[in-house]
């Protein structure tokens, strides 16, 4: 059974830092891409990053880029964002998926999501 936990959401500043974790367990992730996706209220939810578990290659959102990394640990199987100059804009609930498929909405696991708030 796939689980994908995320934690180190929290409340920061404009301009602050966070680093998100998603701690992925049950399978070998070995060929799936995993992202990073945002729900803010009443938005749907958006594509933020995600990086190919093998090779280490990663995708950004034009909104993100230059600001947000997206990272992994084999060792750890787990997979980080790390979120510099965060703005007001930025909050939302980060989600980590895990794509062993096609597409996210068909062939992806979902973790719960962890709350990200950014106080201007």
């Known amino acids: 059974q796939v689980q994908l936990v995320e934690s180190g959401g929290g409340l920061v500043q404009a301009g602050g830092s966070l680093r998100l974790s998603c701690a992925a367990s049950?399978?070998?992730?070995?060929?799936?891409?995993m992202g990073w996706f945002r729900q803010a209220p009443g938005e749907e939810r958006k594509f933020v990053a995600a990086?190919?578990?093998?090779?280490?290659?990663?995708y950004y959102a034009d909104y993100v880029r230059g600001r947000f990394t997206i990272s992994r640990d084999n060792a750890k199987n787990t997979v980080y964002l790390q979120m510099n100059s965060l703005k007001p804009e930025d909050t939302a609930v980060y989600y980590c998926?895990?794509?062993?498929?096609?597409?996210?909405?068909?062939?992806?696991?979902w973790g719960q999501g962890t709350q990200v708030t950014v106080s201007s």
């Open positions: 049950g399978r070998t992730f070995s060929s799936y891409v």
């Open positions: 990086i190919v578990w093998s090779s280490g290659t990663t």
């Open positions: 998926a895990a794509r062993y498929g096609g597409n996210w909405l068909e062939h992806a696991y």
